[in-house]
């Protein structure tokens, strides 16, 4: 059973820098495309970032130059590196898992961040 689990959340000023950890099982990791998405109140769940099994990586205009998405096949896990963190960008945080060229997909649970103060 595919099991997400989002870690390292959490509320950080502007300008300032957080590390989000997406640590998965019961997936062939090393096989899926891992993407993270994110969902202000009252707005849609949107694209952050995507990263390939060949680690070609795809970002949102809004956070191209300041979010890079990294993977670590031998920990089954997805990151997040979130730098010049603004207020737009507070949203809760949901790590994907995609099969290639099928609809096969998992999500976490998703982890709040909050740019404020």
């Known amino acids: 059973q595919a099991q997400l689990v989002e870690s390292g959340g959490g509320l950080v000023q502007p300008g300032g820098s957080l590390r989000l950890s997406c640590a998965t099982s019961?997936?062939?990791?090393?096989?899926?495309?891992m993407g993270w998405y994110r969902q202000a109140p009252g707005k849609q769940r949107e694209l952050v970032a995507t990263?390939?099994?060949?680690?070609?990586?795809n970002y949102a205009d809004s956070v191209k130059g300041r979010f890079t998405i990294s993977r670590d096949n031998a920990k089954n896990t997805v990151y997040l590196q979130m730098n010049f963190l603004i207020p737009e960008d507070t949203a809760i945080y949901y790590c994907?898992?995609?099969?290639?060229?099928?609809?096969?997909?998992?999500w976490g649970q998703g982890t709040q961040v909050t740019v404020s103060g």
């Open positions: 019961g997936i062939i990791f090393s096989v899926y495309t």
């Open positions: 994907n898992a995609r099969y290639p060229n099928s609809r096969v997909d998992y």
């Open positions: 990263i390939t099994n060949v680690r070609n990586t």
